[in-house]
């Protein structure tokens, strides 16, 4: 079955396997996510927990505009991010700023792709989640800049400023970790 025949059995029955069915193709998914974001397994465990919680007493809102598992991805998403603020107690600045507004250097693609394996890694440890987020959405689940922005909920533009700065300060930390 489908996500979305799987939903749409369980929103009609209420029968349990048939959300257990949608748990057990997306737990592990959502535990990677969590893990990536959150850096502990424990938080993990207890997000993806939450999450599917969520998931649950929120299924009938899902209306099928968009895939099953970009819902998710976003409530996984938004979930850990919310977490980190909460821990931090910090305010996100908005990135309604215009482009012309501010002297961003360029980082191109290349340039971190340069950049070793193993440094990266150390890198990302560095690097804030919201900057991990949304770095891994495009580079590592291949999200399109488009996926991403309905996912977020936030225009392309936004995303695209999200990315630049992520790789701005990824490779502010990369020199200054490794001076060069």
Known sequence: ????????????SQRGHYFDSLYDRYASKVFAKCISLLKERALAEDATQEIFMKILLNISKFKGTAKFSTWLYSITYNYCIDYIRKQKKRRVVSDETSVADEMIE???DKELLEIKIERLEII???AEAKDRAILMMKYMDNM????MAET????????KMSILRAKHRLKKIHKEL???
């Open 1 to 12: 079955m489908t996500d979305e025949e799987l939903i749409e059995c369980y929103k009609d």
């Open 106 to 108: 360029e980082v191109s």
């Open 124 to 126: 990302m440890e560095r």
């Open 144 to 147: 399109s800049i488009k996926e």
């Open 152 to 159: 977020l909920n936030r225009s392309e533009s936004a995303i």
């Open 178 to 180: 490794y001076n060069e």
